[in-house]
Structure formats: structure tokens, C-alpha cells
């Protein structure tokens, strides 16, 4: 099965706007799931597809894809944003999921 | 309101086996696959095994094929999933998740989630 990679920490100034991504070659062929997670909670799907959320996630949160690079875009941080961010996909089997190592989002 | 409400996680020894089961409520359950995915403590998500809609197509990690088998009763809206062999590596918070669509190749966009059971390998 192929990996997904994911930058283990990014930070942002309340406010601003910052990009998390996820790369994998099976990227390619399929689109990712984006799910955030703070402590002690289960994960929240916020973005999969092609930029679609589910209801209730703020537009703030949008998805994009080049190549083999998914980015997930949060403009405007909030201090809730704060968490944990995965990606995942199916591997280029289509048999399994794969997800990314998370990147730790710190809103300063 | 959908909810899923995993139960069956508690201390094993290695070796030993345990099922967990998730309850499903809120939705047509035999319309959607359903997935588990397990965290180990201080660590990201892994996907564990997905299970079609109807039962019939199922998907396995690597690390528990073989060992793990995920079922489902939509008669009774349960998910399942028994996991033998076990070893200490299996340590973790094994979470439910619905599909947020019944489309079949989308079954990995996992929209709810339970808040799991916690499952701990040990002797």
C-alpha cells in the first residue's frame, strides 16, 4: 500500500490564512479525505472530494488538488481550528486506505 | 440525530481475542459501508478494515489481515468486528465510522464517527 506524507507541524497567526498538505502518488488517481481532530475527541471530516464539506464545517475550510499534492486551506484561523489534520485515500490498489501521519496545527 | 456507539474494548492478554461491535442509529444503515479505524496512544489514525454496505465486499489493513474480521447485521444496525491473535501492537482506540455517501468507491470519506472503545493488549 502507498503512504501518504504530511508535514508533522505548521503554525498560523490568528487570522491568517494557512495550507496543509498531504502527498502520495496514489493522489494521482483518487481524492482525499481531510479530518480534524483535537484532544480527546474523534475526528471530524471537514473537506473530501473534490472540495466538498460536509454540513456544517465552516467555508473556511477548502480542499484543493495538484498532481500528487492535496492541500487543505483554512483562511481566516480561528483559535478553535487548533488540532490535529489527517488526510486519507484509497492506495493506488483501490483495495486499501491509507492515512497521512497528521499535521498539529498551531493557531498563534 | 446519527449516532454510533462502539462497546466491546477492554484489558486481553496476548494471543487472546475480543469483537467489538458499533451501534448505529439516525440513518438506513444497510445503505452506507461502514469502517474502523484504531489509534494507538499518542499516535495518528490507521485504518483498520471497511465493509460494504451490503456485507459483501470487505477491506483489510495489512497489519490485521488475517487476524481481524469485520462483519455487520443490518438487521440489527450493528457493525462488527472480531479481532484475534491479538498482540500488544493492537493497543488502541478502535473508532467506528460511517461513509458519508452510498456511493461504493467513497466508502473512505468517513463523515461520523463514534467516540470508540479502547481496547488494551497486555499480560
Known amino acids: 500500500s502507498s503512504e501518504l506524507t504530511q508535514d508533522p507541524a505548521v503554525s498560523v497567526a490568528l487570522g491568517q490564512t494557512v495550507t496543509i498538505t498531504c502527498q502520495g502518488d496514489?493522489?494521482?488517481?483518487?481524492?482525499v479525505g481531510w479530518y480534524q481532530q483535537k484532544p480527546g475527541q474523534a475526528p471530524v471530516l471537514v473537506i473530501y472530494?473534490?472540495?466538498k464539506r460536509p454540513s456544517g464545517i465552516p467555508d473556511r475550510f477548502s480542499g484543493s488538488n495538484s498532481g500528487n499534492t492535496a492541500s487543505l486551506t483554512i483562511t481566516r484561523a480561528q483559535a478553535e481550528d487548533e488540532a490535529d489534520y489527517y488526510c486519507?485515500?484509497?492506495?493506488?490498489?483501490?483495495?486499501?486506505?491509507?492515512f497521512g501521519g497528521g499535521t498539529k496545527l498551531t493557531v498563534l | 440525530e446519527i449516532q454510533l456507539v462502539e462497546s466491546g474494548g477492554h484489558l486481553v492478554q496476548p494471543g487472546g481475542s475480543l469483537r467489538l461491535s458499533c451501534a448505529a442509529s439516525?440513518?438506513?444503515?444497510?445503505?452506507?459501508?461502514m469502517n474502523w479505524v484504531r489509534q494507538a496512544p499518542g499516535k495518528g489514525l490507521e485504518w483498520v478494515s471497511s465493509v460494504s454496505a451490503s456485507g459483501a465486499t470487505t477491506y483489510y489493513g495489512d497489519s490485521v489481515k488475517g487476524r481481524f474480521t469485520i462483519s455487520r447485521d443490518n438487521s440489527k444496525n450493528t457493525l462488527f468486528l472480531q479481532m484475534d491473535s491479538l498482540a500488544a501492537e493492537d493497543t488502541s482506540v478502535y473508532y467506528c465510522?460511517?461513509?458519508?455517501?452510498?456511493?461504493?468507491?467513497?466508502?473512505?470519506?468517513?463523515?461520523?464517527w463514534g467516540k470508540g472503545t479502547t481496547v488494551t493488549v497486555s499480560s
Open positions: 465510522a460511517k461513509a458519508i455517501t452510498m456511493i461504493p468507491r467513497d466508502f473512505y470519506y468517513m463523515e461520523v
Open positions: 486519507n485515500s484509497r492506495d493506488s490498489s483501490g483495495g486499501h486506505v491509507v
Open positions: 496514489t493522489l494521482r488517481n483518487y481524492y
Open positions: 439516525g440513518f438506513t444503515f444497510n445503505t452506507y459501508a
Open positions: 472530494g473534490k472540495n
